[in-house]
């Protein structure tokens, strides 16, 4: 019986879904940036346009030409064989060296008793070759021997005869179109040109989308620069567009903020009423309670007023680095905490918001000092980004809620939780890590507990 037929590897790729994988490949290996992209568009077509007019050139233009001279040339060869074997012959053939000299621009000698040397190295590709060689064949139909290689400006061709051999000596330029190269320069000269031209005008368009990016960065990362929209018009209706959309951003942050600013003024003249009252009445432990209550109520109502107004208002910066490192130790320690080293790798100046960058550092540094025993706070430069972490050798966080602690007023029921504060110092951190266009982690210590590392572009 038949063996069973062998299974397949596996589906066989649809035309489709090949097109789609081409795709994907072709992608993955062009540029990615703009202004790359642009020149391929401009640069591709030129190149597919020569290609074709150069190929239609070369093959019937000069091939043709070419074709033409050498039947030519051949043509006049076999005249002459034909002459020298018809009529009586002289001894010294001079009446045909002189038809053949002054009238078709040839020179000839019969050498009588020769043969033909043997076949000389052929050149890898010579359409004079091939092209003289073909119309011997068809003309004269006899032994032959060319040499198109040898000499630059003249060729030498040899053919049996009766007795011996005739050999030609013609300029190259009589069976060669020899004058095709300019058409090629020209063509790319030109084409040179147009595209340094291009490339010109391209840059000078693509410059106003570069800086409508920058700026759109900087502006993610509270940093403020003086834009004008310029370029096309599209482009300028995008520059406007986003100076406007910025506009309304910095006007809702700014009522936000005046808001809150008139809440927190008016909170603030109660709780003050509330501390006061209670400091004229007769003190006893129900009182100092109160009091304990009241300060509590005041640090709450700052960290939410903190967290809500943000710190988007201050400007970006230049600062030393190492000096804020050096800042957060001594708030921690004076919190009671033990910051055990600080190293900074790197460059040591960074363009942040400084005072909000310092809460940002000090919240994660607290939290570290409130549930560790030694902290270690690193810094290191990325890339293009400036890292800092924060490591601690406390009970650390589970891995699947280590997301879940940065949102407001989330508090963690194991032994991280935060038993005296708002609930508010990891979302606090991570809104002015992410206003300056970075972002807050958590990983395992190498002590043992928690690291916390933010980066921001520097």
């Not at 391929?40 to 070419?66: C, D, G, K, N």
């Not at 043509?75 to 053939?93: G, N, Q, R, V």
């Not at 063509?187 to 759109?216: E, K």
Request: aromatic share 6%; net charge neutral.
């Amino acid at each position: 019986m038949p063996a069973p037929p062998l299974p397949l590897a596996g589906p066989l790729p649809t035309p489709r879904r090949a097109w789609r994988r081409l795709g994907r490949i072709i992608g993955d290996r062009l540029p990615k940036g703009l202004y790359a992209r642009s020149l391929i568009i401009i640069i591709a077509p030129m190149v597919l346009l020569q290609s074709v007019i150069a190929y239609t050139f070369m093959e019937r233009h000069w091939q043709l030409v070419t074709r033409r001279l050498s039947a030519a040339v051949t043509a006049d060869i076999a005249a002459l064989i034909d002459i020298y074997e018809s009529y009586p012959k002289e001894k010294d053939t001079e009446t045909l060296e002189r038809i053949a000299g002054e009238r078709l621009n040839l020179d000839i000698d019969v050498l009588e008793g020769a043969r033909l040397p043997p076949p000389g190295p052929r050149p890898f590709f010579s359409l004079l070759d091939e092209a003289l060689s073909e119309e011997i064949r068809r003309q004269i139909n006899r032994p032959f021997w060319i040499d198109t290689v040898g000499r630059s400006s003249l060729i030498e061709i040899r053919i049996e005869i009766p007795g011996g051999v005739m050999r030609v000596i013609a300029r190259r330029s009589q069976a060669y179109a020899s004058n095709s190269h300019i058409f090629l320069l020209w063509m790319g000269g030109s084409s040179l040109v147009l595209l340094g031209v291009a490339i010109l005008f391209l840059r000078n368009q693509i410059r106003p989308i570069l800086r409508l990016a920058d700026v759109a960065e900087s502006f993610g990362k509270g940093r403020e620069l003086d834009f004008r929209p310029r370029g096309a018009r599209e482009v300028r209706k995008a520059g406007h567009a986003f100076i406007e959309m910025k506009r309304r951003i910095e006007r809702a942050m700014e009522q936000r903020t005046t808001m809150l600013n008139g809440v927190s003024h008016d909170l603030r003249t109660i709780i003050t009423r509330f501390r006061l009252s209670l400091a004229l009445l007769e003190q006893n432990p129900e009182i100092d309670d109160l009091l304990r209550d009241v300060d509590e109520m005041s640090r709450m109502l700052e960290a939410y007023l903190a967290f809500a107004r943000g710190d988007s208002g201050e400007p970006a910066a230049a600062i030393d680095l190492r000096a804020l490192l050096e800042d957060v130790r001594t708030d921690v320690e004076r919190l009671g905490g033990h910051v055990s080293e600080v190293t900074l790798e790197g460059q040591a100046t960074v363009t942040v918001r400084p005072d909000a960058f310092r809460r940002c550092l000090f919240n994660l540094a607290s939290n570290a000092a409130r549930y560790g025993d030694t902290i270690a706070i690193t810094a290191r430069q990325e890339a293009r980004w400036l890292a800092v972490s924060i490591d601690d050798d406390g009970p650390g966080i589970p891995p699947e809620l280590r997301e879940e602690v940065f949102k407001p007023f989330v508090r963690l029921d194991d032994a991280r939780q935060d038993a005296g504060g708002s609930g508010l110092g990891l979302a606090i951190a991570l809104d002015i890590a992410r206003a300056h266009g970075g972002d807050v982690a958590l990983h395992d210590s190498p002590l043992g507990g928690l690291r916390a590392t933010v980066r921001v572009p520097a």
